[in-house]
């Protein structure tokens, strides 16, 4: 008989929830403005909020904080560190960030201007917001397939190739600076993009004189889907899988948060020395010295060992796993969710959902403020909220998918707890075509308006 899975780590701490009542969270939510990042964290049982910095060190990356150099300039912990990610990544020059939106603001400060398209896949919240900001348009060329939560392809992550080179024809090679690639692309479900796809957008942005970037927040679970699904990968390492995506660019930003299992950092890896020293004039006004960036030495010694942890297969297979596990739960429950699942989080369909509820009521809001009140499980919605609004006309942009995503923190949560989201979703989705009103706007920000907006419940 073969013997079960087990995680392939122990616990040495833990932290302490706080259970809380119905009442005390219908009390909560109304006094955050029914604005689940205003919570207090001690208010939620599980939260499922984000990945990003939220997951559990290891021993090993402990033992790097009491490691750590903090010198201003040239401190050991940034040389292991930038040695690190050369390894991985096969580019020469390293950026050290406090946190991935901060990579961004320094590589777009240097690469992008007003006027200017950035194609990509369904690029996220804050690198659409640090475009738009700019006064330039991220173009999403997200396959078909991604918007259709029911329709199995094992990379909903890929470009349509058709669709990059319509932009690129449509406009001339002026004013697209970059080709962006998210691997695994949150916005479309944490999906992840092919080998195969990397190298077809590598060849159209070489015929066309592009460079090509890539945001990496989760580049060790792309580079493991790639590994299981397709064909001619499945006996190369996660690291050689790695090297070979990485290859095909000229340059990522990483929110570190992630895939580096740390509490906070980021950094931008390039192949060009002169985009190099654009980036660090900006890094310098923004971040930080060249060797620290933002980031304490003993972060950065943490962040080294988190990366070379992130892209070992047993750690890998675990992490997937414990998310996998949640959505086959949620599916035997008959609850629409996307699939096939992502690596980082499980997304609930809100459309199917919750149909009941008009979609300029905003509905995923909606449905992540019902499950934080039934059961104290803090998503987030990845929906109309998210989307903001036109630059132009100022009306709310209406996404093709409304979404809850239930991100996993790495490491953090047990399977019993992965049980409880289960069941208490399908709670909900039993009681869902009680569910007729949602919310309107009372405040929002110009911009990236979900982390602050402050909403009123529909009577």
Partial sequence: MELPYIEPYKTKMVESINRSTVEQRKAWIEEAGYNLFKLSSDQV?????????????????????????????????????ASTVKQLTGFEYFIPTHQGRAAE????????????????????????GHIEFRKATAVDCTIDEAFDTSVYHPFKGNL?????????????????????????????????????????????????????????????????????????????????????????????????????IVNMGGFIALKSLEIYRECITYNIMYEGFVTYGGMSGRDMGALAQGLNEAVTLDYLESRINQVHYLGQRLVEFGVPVQQPFGGH????????????????????????IELYTVAGIRGVEIGTILADRDPATREDRYPKLELVRLAIPRRTYTQAHMEYVAVAIKKVYETRNEAKKGYYIKWEAPIMRHFTVELEKLS
């Fill in 160 to 260: 349509d190739i058709q669709k990059l080179e319509h932009t690129i024809r449509s406009n001339t090679k002026k004013k697209i600076p970059f080709v962006l690639i998210t691997v695994t692309c949150n916005s479309s479900g944490g999906q992840p993009v092919s080998m195969q796809n990397i190298r077809d957008v590598h060849a159209v942005c070489k015929q066309y004189q592009i460079p090509l970037y890539f945001d990496s927040a989760r580049f060790a679970e792309n580079a493991y889907f790639i590994k299981l699904r397709e064909k001619g990968y499945e006996h190369k390492s996660i690291i050689e899988i790695v090297r070979e995506m990485f290859s095909y660019g000229d340059g990522m930003t990483m929110s570190a948060k992630k895939d580096g």
């Fill in 45 to 81: 049982m599980i939260d499922l909020l984000t990945d990003s910095g939220t997951g559990a060190m290891s021993d090993k990356q402990w033992a790097e904080i009491m490691l750590g150099d903090e010198s201003y300039a040239g401190s050991s912990s940034f040389i292991k560190l």
């Fill in 345 to 368: 989080a499980i997304y609930l369909d809100a459309d199917k959902f919750v149909p009941t509820i008009p979609k300029g009521e905003y509905r995923a809001q909606a449905l992540a």
């Fill in 105 to 128: 603001n320094v590589l777009f400060s240097a690469l992008v201007k007003e006027g200017d398209l950035i194609p990509g896949n369904s690029h996220f919240d804050t690198t659409k």
